[in-house]
């Protein structure tokens, strides 16, 4: 005697457990596990990555990343996009980027001011905290130069530090270009007023148009018009003087113990997966090894700061000890200028 026929109703039953087994396949070939770090960067990067300039069109941090950034694509094998957002010495950018998603998809370039000296003059609670981000690598080094327009009637630092009063570009408030200056003058006691702008391009055109009377700038964005003889370098704030400028003295030579430098370094947000985040850190250390990469360096006065994620963490820490003891040491009331 035959088994009788299965119902519509069994059949389906059968089809939809079927479905619900192949279903949990992929999961099983993974062993169980779905966008866990390993599977988050098993194909990244599949689009461009965008990365985030926080400074003004033109300055050093703007001429450095788009340099690196065009020599990351060819190991990334995706463009890099860089997109300017100025603003709070790159807090507005950084911030930005620091709190989308961490998949690797959104960079950005942070500078060692923002961390080390900002936090003296401008109280934040929402500052960015070195321990909320992932460093993907460590890029360059900058000393700053105090230059005068070429048709100034202050020929050295001493004419300068006579006049009855200075107004001072700076690349914004809380920057390595604000503290240097407004140091050196409160030390020299000089009567000095801080213009900010945001970033090194403008300012150095501020000083171009005679707008102020000085500037503390990167040798990236000062050494063009020093070479073209439209500004004049008195002094630098490095420890011994440049290879770039050898006849500028330093600030400790001409009696004051001012040694201010920028360091810059690409971040990613918090909670990066592993190997999306190994993906990036290679990508740029081949970056670094470009030949274009490293003309460009020489070509704009910038030296190399390679070091480690952690290394380059205990420096900031360092930095912002050692300016907040000058700060005190000099009695200034940082943010003011006077």
């Not at 949990?24 to 596990?33: E, K």
Request: aromatic fraction near 6%; charged fraction near 20%.
């Amino acid at each position: 005697m035959k088994s009788p026929a299965p119902s519509r109703t069994t059949s389906r039953r059968r089809i939809l457990a079927g479905l619900a087994a192949l279903a949990v396949l992929p999961v099983a070939a993974c062993n169980g596990v779905q966008g866990g770090k390993d599977a988050a960067g098993s194909d990244y990067p599949s689009r461009a990555v965008q990365f985030t300039v926080p400074f003004s069109p033109g300055g050093s941090g703007d001429l450095i990343s788009r340099a690196v950034a065009k020599a990351a694509e060819k190991p990334l094998g995706q463009s890099v996009v860089v997109t300017n957002k100025p603003g709070a010495n790159g807090a507005v950018g950084g911030k930005e980027v620091l709190a989308s998603t961490p998949d690797g998809y959104n960079i950005a370039l942070l500078v060692k001011s923002l961390f080390a000296i900002t936090p003296l003059a401008v109280k934040d609670p929402t500052a960015i905290q070195p321990d909320k981000m992932k460093i993907i690598t460590t890029l360059t080094q900058e000393d700053y130069v105090l230059v005068v327009n070429a048709a100034s009637p202050y020929k050295t630092l001493d004419d300068l530090l006579k006049a009855p009063s200075v107004r001072y570009a700076t690349t914004g408030v809380g920057t390595g270009a604000q503290l240097s200056q407004a140091l050196l003058f409160k030390a020299a006691n000089v009567k000095a007023t801080d213009v900010p702008f945001d970033g090194g391009a403008p300012a150095t055109t501020a000083l171009l148009g005679k707008q102020v009377e000085a500037l503390s700038g990167s040798l990236a964005e000062t050494m063009p018009q020093i070479k073209a003889g439209k500004l004049r370098p008195l002094a630098i704030f490095s420890e011994k003087r440049s290879a770039f400028l050898p006849d500028v003295p330093t600030a400790q030579e001409k009696g004051f113990d001012v040694v201010v430098d920028q360091r810059r370094f690409i971040v990613a947000p918090p909670g990066l997966p592993d190997a999306v985040a190994t993906k990036l850190t290679d990508a740029f250390a081949e970056a670094r090894k470009d030949a274009a990469y490293d003309t460009f360096l020489t070509d704009n006065y910038m030296e190399r700061w390679e070091v480690s994620d952690q290394e380059a963490r205990q420096h900031l820490t360092d930095a912002a000890k050692e300016y907040a003891d000058l700060t005190s040491k000099f009695g200034l009331t940082f943010g003011s200028g006077k």
